[in-house]
């Protein structure tokens, strides 16, 4: 299926680490679709499925916020561990927002979904894709890659307009690292680097209210430019290993897998995968788990001066 999308398109596409049978199923069985579908902070509650060719799926989403949004899916083809197409975001009292054409193919025990969002104008498809970066819907997307993961890790994906080897460059040049990494009202300075292999870089954040806080990334793998692994932890002024000063039971070692995916000659997806690394209570477990929401809008507001960093330097 070819990434190359109509302007009235919206093209999402995503690599998950699990057999199309257990993707397909992730999807189609109400159950499981309970643990991951909508944005971060949403839920939902089924009230008939019936995923085949003419059938539908009437469902209700609950809020953070506890407004309600109800929906009916309706399938217009479906064929079991290759595709589906339905109308979505309509109900009895409105009709659909736009069609969905979805894809799923397997290689070497992965599955790659592609799915396009087809809507009636380019206009009302450029005012969606803001509405959904908004609303956060993308992490709709991340929420099923941890679903169906085999260990508790979170996930986000971003799509930036530059090159891989841009955006490559972006992660591992200190200059560029530090113009966008640290949380939104802080600034980041490298105080010694290394990034190589085995390396390490040890580096402050400070914030307009004279708060610093330090850390050290030790990299395990860099492979150009598709590739970075590297463990974090917090530190000390003299580069000791210290836990995080605003929550004490955070993990000490997070591990962040980097992945980079050429979408298109100057598009490029990014996608995070942040896990607890090596030893851990079930209290620090439990707090990483229940810190997603505000890791997805951390990351957002980094990768959120990413793209500004971006439009400056090219």
């Given at each position: 299926m070819a990434t190359k999308n109509k302007p009235n398109e919206i093209y999402i596409t995503?690599?998950?680490d699990a057999p199309i049978k257990m993707v397909w199923e992730a999807w189609t069985d109400p159950k499981q679709v309970a643990h991951w579908w909508g944005p971060r902070g949403f839920t939902i509650t089924t009230h008939k499925s019936?995923?085949?060719t003419g059938g539908t799926w009437n469902y209700t989403m609950h809020g953070p916020d506890g407004v309600d949004y109800h929906n009916i899916t309706k399938y217009i083809e479906v064929e079991k561990h290759s595709h589906m197409i339905y109308d979505h975001g309509g109900n009895e009292d409105r009709p659909p927002l736009f069609r969905v054409?979805?894809?799923f193919s397997e290689t070497a025990g992965k599955t790659k979904m592609?799915?396009?969002m087809a809507l009636a104008t380019p206009e009302i498809a450029n005012e969606t894709k803001k509405f959904i970066k908004k609303a956060g819907?993308?992490?709709?997307?991340?929420?099923?890659?941890?679903?169906?993961?085999?260990?508790?890790?979170?996930?986000?994906?971003?799509?930036?307009d530059t090159s891989i080897d841009q955006m490559f460059e972006m992660w591992t040049n200190p200059k560029h690292f530090s113009q966008w990494l640290a949380p939104t009202g802080f600034t980041m300075k490298f105080i010694d680097q290394q990034i190589k292999p085995g390396g390490s870089?040890?580096?402050?954040?400070?914030?307009?209210d004279n708060m610093t806080m330090y850390g050290r990334i030790h990299y395990k793998e860099i492979t150009r430019p598709n590739r970075l692994?590297?463990?974090?932890?917090?530190?000390?002024?003299?580069?000791?290993?210290?836990?995080?000063?605003m929550a004490p039971t955070w993990p000490e070692t997070m591990?962040?897998?980097?992945?980079?995916?050429?979408?298109?000659?100057?598009?490029?997806?990014?996608?995070?995968?942040?896990?607890v690394y090596g030893e851990a209570t079930a209290i620090e477990r439990e707090t990483f788990k229940q810190a997603k929401p505000g890791m997805t809008q951390g990351w957002t507001g980094s990768f959120d001066k990413l793209e500004d960093y971006l439009k400056l330097t090219l």
């Open positions: 995503r690599l998950y019936d995923v085949r054409t979805v894809h592609e799915m396009t819907g993308d992490a709709t997307w991340d929420r099923l890659a941890e679903y169906l993961s085999t260990t508790d890790r979170f996930v986000i994906n971003r799509s930036f870089a040890f580096y402050s954040m400070s914030n307009a692994v590297y463990t974090q932890v917090f530190c000390d002024e003299q580069g000791g290993i210290s836990r995080h000063p591990l962040t897998t980097v992945s980079f995916n050429e979408e298109a000659p100057n598009k490029t997806r990014v996608t995070i995968h942040w896990e």
